[in-house]
């Protein structure tokens, strides 16, 4: 069946470091590919997408590549901020509509 | 627009008892996914709901079940609950006009004692 791997956390990092959160999966298709982010308390927000190779999702400076070659996701930012700090996770879905499988979560911590 | 909305926020319920929870999607939406997030076993996928059948199940016991009314709203049922069954319960609404992108409502913490 269709698994996802994220590294595990906690990742704490400094204020405008850089921030690499690796993901890779494996399916029998050709999923979309998400990250979605669950700050404290709240449900999950989706931050970003791709549906095919070599699509890039971004959104508010986060950046994923999807490498087929790789089976890889990994979410990207280049100066990360302390409201960056939450769990964020990998996902994915073999067609549109389908049910997502998710990553086991990542929580990233950044201090001032 | 409003998004998704789910009740109650927490749920405290006795081994054996039966817990209902209930979640509205965002208006227009008309799928409804139910997730578990259990403590150390992450986000496990439920149920599915489109159009008011049921399209796909995860697997868990069929002491999990649901249904979605003709509003497009959904209900999930825990019967005989048991002490794993704690977590934070997850519904997502989507539609295929936004391409089936999936949003999330806040949860209902559900613990069983």
């Known amino acids: 069946g269709d698994s996802v791997t994220q590294m595990e956390g906690p990742v704490t990092l400094s204020e405008e470091a850089f921030l690499t959160i690796n993901c890779t999966y494996t399916a029998t298709g050709y999923p979309s590919l998400f990250w979605y982010v669950q700050y404290p308390g709240e449900g999950l927000q989706l931050l970003l997408k791709?549906?095919?190779?070599?699509d890039k999702g971004s959104n508010k400076g986060f950046e994923a590549t999807y490498r087929k070659e790789t089976t890889s996701f990994h979410l990207e930012k280049g100066s990360v901020q302390v409201s960056d700090s939450a769990v964020y996770f990998c996902a994915l879905s073999e067609w549109a509509g389908n049910m997502l499988t998710f990553g086991g979560g990542t929580r990233l911590m950044v201090k001032p | 627009e409003a998004g998704v909305t789910q009740s109650p926020t927490h749920l405290i319920k006795t081994r054996g008892q039966q817990a209902t929870l209930r979640c509205s999607p965002i208006?227009?939406?008309?799928?409804v996914y139910w997730y578990q997030q259990a403590l150390g076993l992450g986000l496990q996928f439920l149920l599915w709901y489109d159009e008011g059948e049921e399209r796909n199940r995860g697997n868990f016991p069929p002491r999990f079940s649901g249904r979605q009314f003709p509003n497009y709203s959904s209900e999930l049922n825990v019967n005989a609950l048991e002490l794993e069954d704690s977590a934070l319960y997850l519904c997502a609404s989507s539609v295929r006009d936004r391409g089936y992108e999936q949003y999330f409502g806040p949860g209902t913490r559900l613990t069983v004692t």
């Open positions: 208006s227009g939406h008309t799928s």
């Open positions: 791709a549906t095919k190779a070599d």
